[in-house]
Structures are given as structure tokens and as C-alpha cells.
């Protein structure tokens, strides 16, 4: 039986729930699974072309599976938070190799794939298959830390575990997706962070928060996490084609697999940076540094400063040093490139 929550946020659905994302048309379990993957700390409108082309790109699980990474990397360039595209590339080589190539429609076997945790398992399960998934991403955390009043840091345990329980607690046995799709949207569309829209809502008569008057205050601030400070020094380096140097990170790194100019953090004088680079320093060059700005991570503030070396002629690269490549945006082969890269790519450019 469909509790009174539920009821009315599905009812609310039918009439102003969202019907256009590309995800709910031809809706597979992959594609249920990118969609969740991508929507993870960014906007669903942010998301759509970005999904549009992964999944005209890489259709399904094997093809994403046999990708290259930097074939992948590349189709999340400009998304962020590249660990999420890493870790989808790497659970859907263990789907091919454990599963044969199927999605996997439990719980337990979801949450053993790297980058799923329990509320992307529940929105495959429900959204995907259409079973009883239970789904707690930060949209139906406020939904129902407001409804229900809860106190506390959403991040803290006790009060996840209290999220869960009523979260479970409200999520129906029948009608698996069209339930999932509705909780979100009601918190994405209508209970929003900052200009909820109570006199829309269809669970506003109950809700614990708009009868106390405080719903702004639900759900609780976290206490803001401290932002470190670094210096970011990078030698940019042009060779007279046009192409610039780029390096692959490691992949367990900032950055991990993706292509950056060179990073000189040990602040070597330019000279000594190039023979290690295997580049002639005879050769005729001009230099200029570019002027430092600001580059902001989650969690780090680098103010980054870039010396850019222009060669005048054409140079090679040592044919051992595969974490080097000379990259030309017309001809180069698909790479992953940071927002940080296509800034620099651009300064120098223009």
C-alpha cells in the first residue's frame, strides 16, 4: 500500500514532473547508470548534453567497457569531477568480465561496483528495472529533512541513518520508477535550495518545517570544509606547428589520467626542465609568462602561474615517454582535458 507521502508526490508528478530529460526515453539500466553517474554534484540541464553525446558515443555497457579512457575522459571534458568517469569506465569493464555485460538488478551486487554507492544502486534498481530502489541523493535529503524537521548536518551519520529509515520508510513497492523520478523532481523543481515553492508543494499540509516557519533552516548547513591554498607552477610548451606538450597524470593523483602542461613544482629553471623533456635548448624559442589566476578545486585554491616556451621549429618526442603527447585540437586524437588545460589552450591561442 502507497503511503499518503508518496501518493501525492506521484500524483504532483503526473501533472508537473519532468518528462523531458533524455535519460527517461528509451530508458535502460545503462543509461539509468550514466545519467546517475553525471548527475552526481551537478545539474541536470548541465548534464543533458553531456549524457546526449556519452551515449551516442558509447551505447552500451561493452562499449564503454572497450573504450580507451581517454576516449572517455574526453566525453567528460568540462563536466568535472573526473573520478566519477574513472570509476564508470572501471566498474563497467567489472560488468563485462563478472556479469556479462549485464547490469547487475541487486542491491548488494550495485554497491560492489567502484563509484556506486547505495542511492545510485536504488535509483538503477527503481529507475532502470523498475524494482523497489531506495534513493537519497541531495535533492530527497532536503525533501525530507524538511518534511519531517530533521536536525542535524546531512553529512554526520545519525542523521543519514535517520534520512535512510525515511526514506525507506515513504518509497512504495509498486510504481519503482515513476515514484524515483517524481521524489527528485519535486526537490529539484519545487522544494529547491533556496526559493522553495510551498504553495505548489503537494506535501506542504504536513510538512514540519513550513509549519514551524523554518524552511530555510532545513536541512541544517554543514559546517563549510576548509579550502587548502598551493601554488600551481606550469610550463606550457609550443612547438611551431601549433601543438603544445601536454603529460598524463597519474591516475591516482589531482587530475588523475587526464592531460596537463607540463608541472614544474619542484620550480626548475626553464633550461634544465626541457633536456629532461628531451627538447633541443639550442633551438630558437621565446618565452613569456602568463599572468597568475586563480583555479579553484573542491577542496583546493591554486593560484597558477604558467611559463610558456614557443619553439620555432617542429620537435619530436622520445618514443619511450608515453605520458607525453604533442596535442593539435584540429588533428590530435580524442584526450581528456581538464577545464584547467582548455583555459591555458586558450590564453595562448587567443
Given at each position: 500500500?502507497?503511503?499518503?507521502?508518496?501518493?501525492?508526490?506521484?500524483?504532483?508528478?503526473?501533472?508537473?514532473?519532468?518528462?523531458?530529460?533524455?535519460?527517461?526515453?528509451?530508458?535502460?539500466?545503462?543509461?539509468?547508470?550514466?545519467?546517475?553517474?553525471?548527475?552526481?554534484?551537478?545539474?541536470?540541464?548541465?548534464?543533458?548534453?553531456?549524457?546526449?553525446?556519452?551515449?551516442?558515443?558509447?551505447?552500451?555497457?561493452?562499449?564503454?567497457?572497450?573504450?580507451?579512457?581517454?576516449?572517455?575522459?574526453?566525453?567528460?571534458?568540462?563536466?568535472?569531477?573526473?573520478?566519477?568517469?574513472?570509476?564508470?569506465?572501471?566498474?563497467?569493464?567489472?560488468?563485462?568480465?563478472?556479469?556479462?555485460?549485464?547490469?547487475?538488478?541487486?542491491?548488494?551486487?550495485?554497491?560492489?561496483?567502484?563509484?556506486?554507492?547505495?542511492?545510485?544502486?536504488?535509483?538503477?534498481?527503481?529507475?532502470?528495472?523498475?524494482?523497489?530502489?531506495?534513493?537519497?541523493?541531495?535533492?530527497?535529503?532536503?525533501?525530507?529533512?524538511?518534511?519531517?524537521?530533521?536536525?542535524?548536518?546531512?553529512?554526520?551519520?545519525?542523521?543519514?541513518?535517520?534520512?535512510?529509515?525515511?526514506?525507506?520508510?515513504?518509497?512504495?513497492?509498486?510504481?519503482?520508477?515513476?515514484?524515483?523520478?517524481?521524489?527528485?523532481?519535486?526537490?529539484?523543481?519545487?522544494?529547491?535550495?533556496?526559493?522553495?515553492?510551498?504553495?505548489?508543494?503537494?506535501?506542504?499540509?504536513?510538512?514540519?518545517?513550513?509549519?514551524?516557519?523554518?524552511?530555510?533552516?532545513?536541512?541544517?548547513?554543514?559546517?563549510?570544509?576548509?579550502?587548502?591554498?598551493?601554488?600551481?607552477?606550469?610550463?606550457?610548451?609550443?612547438?611551431?606547428?601549433?601543438?603544445?606538450?601536454?603529460?598524463r597524470q597519474s591516475q591516482d593523483g589531482l587530475w588523475g589520467g587526464l592531460w596537463l602542461p607540463i608541472r614544474n613544482e619542484s620550480n626548475a629553471c626553464i633550461p634544465e626542465l626541457l633536456i629532461q623533456l628531451g627538447i633541443d635548448t639550442e633551438q630558437n624559442r621565446r618565452e613569456e609568462t602568463l599572468a597568475p589566476f586563480i583555479h579553484t578545486l573542491s577542496h583546493i585554491r591554486f593560484e597558477v602561474t604558467t611559463h610558456v616556451v614557443y619553439l620555432a621549429e617542429e620537435a619530436s618526442l622520445d618514443s619511450s615517454r608515453d605520458d607525453l603527447v604533442w596535442f593539435d585540437s584540429d588533428d590530435s586524437p580524442s584526450l581528456g582535458l581538464s577545464k584547467l588545460t582548455?583555459?591555458?589552450?586558450?590564453?595562448?591561442?587567443?
Amino acid at each position: 500500500m502507497t503511503d499518503w507521502f508518496a501518493q501525492r508526490v506521484l500524483s504532483w508528478a503526473e501533472r508537473y514532473g519532468r518528462t523531458d530529460l533524455p535519460w527517461q526515453h528509451e530508458r535502460t539500466p545503462y543509461r539509468v547508470w550514466v545519467a546517475e553517474i553525471m548527475l552526481q554534484q551537478t545539474q541536470a540541464r548541465t548534464v543533458i548534453p553531456y549524457f546526449e553525446r556519452f551515449t551516442s558515443r558509447l551505447p552500451t555497457v561493452t562499449s564503454l567497457a572497450e573504450a580507451p579512457l581517454d576516449d572517455v575522459l574526453s566525453l567528460w571534458t568540462g563536466l568535472g569531477y573526473y573520478r566519477r568517469a574513472r570509476l564508470l569506465h572501471k566498474a563497467a569493464q567489472k560488468v563485462v568480465h563478472e556479469h556479462n555485460g549485464q547490469v547487475p538488478n541487486t542491491l548488494d551486487e550495485l554497491i560492489e561496483l567502484p563509484g556506486i554507492g547505495r542511492s545510485t544502486a536504488g535509483a538503477i534498481l527503481s529507475s532502470g528495472f523498475d524494482q523497489p530502489g531506495v534513493i537519497l541523493d541531495g535533492n530527497v535529503k532536503r525533501v525530507l529533512a524538511r518534511f519531517h524537521a530533521v536536525d542535524g548536518e546531512v553529512r554526520r551519520a545519525a542523521v543519514l541513518n535517520q534520512l535512510w529509515a525515511l526514506a525507506e520508510s515513504h518509497t512504495p513497492n509498486v510504481r519503482n520508477a515513476a515514484y524515483a523520478q517524481a521524489i527528485m523532481d519535486l526537490g529539484a523543481t519545487c522544494c529547491t535550495k533556496s526559493t522553495p515553492n510551498c504553495s505548489q508543494c503537494p506535501i506542504s499540509s504536513r510538512c514540519e518545517a513550513l509549519d514551524a516557519d523554518k524552511v530555510a533552516q532545513y536541512p541544517n548547513p554543514n559546517r563549510p570544509t576548509s579550502v587548502r591554498h598551493e601554488t600551481l607552477r606550469l610550463l606550457l610548451i609550443v612547438d611551431a606547428q601549433g601543438r603544445s606538450l601536454l603529460q598524463r597524470q597519474s591516475q591516482d593523483g589531482l587530475w588523475g589520467g587526464l592531460w596537463l602542461p607540463i608541472r614544474n613544482e619542484s620550480n626548475a629553471c626553464i633550461p634544465e626542465l626541457l633536456i629532461q623533456l628531451g627538447i633541443d635548448t639550442e633551438q630558437n624559442r621565446r618565452e613569456e609568462t602568463l599572468a597568475p589566476f586563480i583555479h579553484t578545486l573542491s577542496h583546493i585554491r591554486f593560484e597558477v602561474t604558467t611559463h610558456v616556451v614557443y619553439l620555432a621549429e617542429e620537435a619530436s618526442l622520445d618514443s619511450s615517454r608515453d605520458d607525453l603527447v604533442w596535442f593539435d585540437s584540429d588533428d590530435s586524437p580524442s584526450l581528456g582535458l581538464s577545464k584547467l588545460t582548455l583555459a591555458l589552450l586558450d590564453k595562448v591561442q587567443k
